[in-house]
């Protein structure tokens, strides 16, 4: 970034006080224009769709660190978004939620118990809107995009199975209203349709369960100690110990045996969905 002519033309979105992922798409799009190359032909030499480029330029989507890394070699930028992407990271995501992230993209399974709302790896990007306005949070923008560009280790080929079980009251609460709702669910049964997601509901009839308490997810790596995120108001903590974890996972082999099967889940989930529709 250079002091000799200005950056954003006035746009206070690119100060990167305010949004340092408007301020990495803001450059993205003055760099790419300034080489003579269409979102389309970016994409192309990148490796990514037109689409993609679009979302980053217009900051509802948070760069890969390879996308980052391309583009400096694509522009001549000298590293600059290499050496920016980590910023935009450090933002995009609260620091205590950023190492599970990481570690996200290693594991070989994904464990995830959620009682209120459905999984950040399965929202939609509406149903994850609807989430963070209602939390009235300044950078909800930035969450979103964020919640979004997790998603994208679901996309690979070779992926982490992905096992979810989900509270009924997570079908019943309507974010985001009837239409929102009824799209996201039909989201969810079309993420289970891939034999590496798993999906499963503990049904109102079970009664008391055994994590009462709040939702919580967990990560098995092929190579180190398995980790487990518990979530929590303010924010969430996330442990190796292996007392805790193994904690975790027992409670996670009994939710799985309350819940309903998959086949019979999915049923269900299909069946609020229409419900709403």
Known sequence: MTAERPRVDGDPKADPKVSTLAYFGTELR???EEAGLSQAELGRRTFCTHSYISRIESASRVPSEEFAQRCDD?????GMFARLWPVVIEH??????????ELEKDAVAIWDFENQVVPGLLQTEEYAQA????????NADELV???????????????????????ENVLRRTVG???????????????????????????????????????????????????????GRARGYISA??????????????LRADALPPSASVDLIAARAKELS
Request: charge should be negative; proline fraction near 7%.
């Open 241 to 254: 110990a292996p007392t805790e974890v193994t904690g975790y996972h027992h409670a996670y082999d009994l």
């Open 92 to 101: 995009a995501y609260p620091d205590w939620f950023r190492p599970f992230v």
């Open 131 to 138: 989430l963070f306005a209602a939390a009235r949070l300044p």
């Open 30 to 32: 003055i760099r790419r």
């Open 177 to 231: 209203g009837p239409a929102v709702m009824a799209r996201q669910l039909r989201a969810v049964v079309e993420a289970a349709e891939d034999p590496r997601t798993i999906v499963q509901v503990v049904p109102f009839e079970v009664g008391a369960h055994a994590s009462m308490d709040g939702p919580f997810a967990g990560l098995t790596m092929d190579e180190g100690a398995d980790v487990v995120y518990i979530d």
């Open 145 to 167: 995009a964020a919640r979004l560009t997790r998603q994208h280790i679901l996309e690979r080929d070779k992926r982490a199975q992905l096992w979810v079980v989900l509270d």
């Open 74 to 78: 694509v522009l001549g930028t000298g």
